[in-house]
C-alpha cells in the first residue's frame, strides 16, 4: 500500500523522502507553520503516523491478509521544527521473526514502532512510539 495516496495523506501533502536516509517527509510550505512561525504539532504527528503504517506495509509486503490498527500513541516534540521535516521508523523490542510468528500460531500481534522526525540539518525534532494491534483475517 502506498500510504502517501490515502485520501487525508494527499490532502496533508505527504511525499516519500527525497533523502534516502529517511522514509517520508513534508515539504517546506507555509501551510504548515503554527503561530511560531514552526512547523504545526499536527502536520509533524501527521508524517508519524504515516510512517509508522508505511514502515509496516513495507516491513509485511508479503502478507496480504492482516488488518493493521494503531492502539495508542506516545509522542514528544523535542525542538521547534522548521522547514522540511524528514522520518524514519524501527521495531521496538521484537523483530520481524517475532511478529511472524505470533501471527502465525497466534493469528494477531501487538507491537511498537518508534518514529523519529528531523529537520534538514538533522536534528531530532519528534519522537514517537505507535502501539499497533495487527489481526490475521483468514
Known sequence: MDVTKLAFNEFVGLKFSDNSDYLLMLENKPEYSNHLNTVHASAQFALAEATSGHFLFREFSELNDVIPVVRKVELKY????????????????TSKTEIIKSLNEKGRVLLSVEVSLFDAENTLVMQSVFEWFISVTR
Open 78 to 93: 523535542r525542538k521547534q521544527a522548521t522547514g522540511k521535516i524528514f522520518s524514519t521508523a524501527r521495531f521496538i523490542d
